[in-house]
């Protein structure tokens, strides 16, 4: 175990081959000449943004996406030279980083994006940005009815430079819908209007992870990928259309295993109490401030020895624990003891079993997306 952390028991693997193979899944939908942005924002959806970029660039991946300044800043300081966009636009401030790092901000003011074209010009360099245009879903973007307007308040300006022109669809994720071809109408409109008035638009972008792969008709000159890379699924459409790999494992190991008595209680409030001899109770040193939701509290299970075992008493800030019939009364089969240093997974295979991250995200009633981030927030990160 030499290649695990050795201060703390808990971790989370992240498979690079899976990351490639998902990267080549993706290009393969692609039509032809169309580009990958590869979205590595939230530190690449908890996976480690620096070693998958690396690994997406290694395969193909023309451009990467972030959410934040910051995040482009960690990627060009990891060696990355390729072409990168911030989603949004960011502050005022913001833009000395922009210009030093040579970094693409998301553009829809025209105060913005003048500051910008100085500081750029400043620097004897020409500020690439994208436009977004908002087509409905009511987040970032120009307005459609401001466009025109936008546009020709900033096009003179020696310093900017119109990299690409985008949306982002809020219903990509399901079949005729009458928002997304709302969306998809406004936005060729808005693009044929951009053209008609002589403006460059630069590489014409609007597909994410489900319209990839549901609506190849709209890929544009390029697509933006996120959560398929890291290999779950935006929707249980994409399932059939395309094989992704899951890259993200949670594992741990037992720092303690104890046979308590019948009845005695276990965690705060003491939400589960033993109800039988021979249950052994072990402690795994992963919780709710590494992004093990407490409201899994007693409703999970996780994997030892190969065989699921439950989880019990409410989980803490920085453990949890799980019980183990030694009898083998839940499982109708005999369980091997729980020792110390055992592997616990919590998201991941063992042997024959395995527990998903869309197992975990319904039990939270939530979305897989949430899920890796948060478990990517305090865990070390292993690359295998």
């Known amino acids: 175990m030499s290649a695990y952390p050795q201060d703390r028991w808990a971790w989370i693997e992240i498979d690079l081959s899976a990351v490639r193979h998902n990267v080549k899944a993706f290009k ?5 000449g169309v580009k990958l942005m590869c979205v590595v924002k939230a530190d690449a959806y908890g996976h480690g943004a620096a070693q998958c970029a ?10 990467f996406a972030v959410a934040t300044v910051d995040e482009g800043v960690e990627l060009r300081c990891s060696g990355i030279e390729s072409p990168i966009l911030v989603l ?9 980083d922009l ?25 004897n ?43 982002h669809f809020a219903t990509a994720d399901v079949l005729d819908n009458w928002d997304f071809d709302l969306q998809v109408n406004r ?23 489900p319209g990839t792969i549901l609506h190849k008709d709209i890929q544009f000159d390029m697509v933006r990928v996120g959560i398929g890379l890291y290999g779950l699924h935006p929707s249980k459409l994409t399932i059939p259309r395309i094989d992704l790999q899951l890259v993200m494992s949670v594992r741990g190991r037992v720092t303690r295993v104890v046979y308590p008595a019948v009845g005695d209680g276990v965690g705060y409030g003491m939400t589960w109490r033993v109800p039988r001899n021979n249950i052994q109770v072990a402690t795994v040193p992963i919780g709710y401030a590494d992004g093990l939701a407490r409201n899994l509290s007693n409703r999970m299970d996780v994997l030892a020895r190969g065989s699921r075992v439950r989880q019990v008493g409410n989980i803490c800030m920085d453990q949890f624990m799980i019980a183990v019939d ?8 005999p ?50």
């Open 335 to 384: 369980v091997y003891e729980i020792c110390y240093g055992d592997v616990v997974t919590l998201i991941g295979k063992d042997g024959d079993q395995e527990i998903t991250v869309d197992e975990m995200a319904d039990l939270r009633e939530t979305i897989n997306y949430e899920v890796v981030c948060n478990f990517g927030a305090r865990l070390d990160k292993v690359y295998i």
């Open 99 to 123: 210009v030093r790092f040579d970094i693409m901000p998301s553009v829809y003011t025209v105060d913005f994006a003048l500051a910008y074209g100085e500081a750029s010009a400043a620097a």
């Open 326 to 333: 030694t009898t083998g009364a839940r499982a109708n089969k």
């Open 187 to 209: 936005f060729v409109e808005a693009i044929t209007a951009l053209k008609n008035a002589g403006y460059e638009l630069g590489l014409v972008h609007a597909d994410n992870t």
């Open 88 to 96: 949004s636009e960011p502050p005022v401030t913001s833009i000395p």
């Open 125 to 167: 360099k020409v500020g690439r940005y994208h436009l977004a245009i908002d087509t409905g879903m009511t987040r970032i973007g120009v307005r459609r009815e401001d466009l025109l307007e936008v546009r020709g308040s900033i096009d003179f300006h020696r310093g900017l430079e119109c990299a690409g022109t985008f949306t």
């Open 28 to 32: 393969a939908q692609l039509n032809r």
């Open 54 to 63: 690396k690994a997406m660039q290694s395969v193909g991946a023309d451009q």
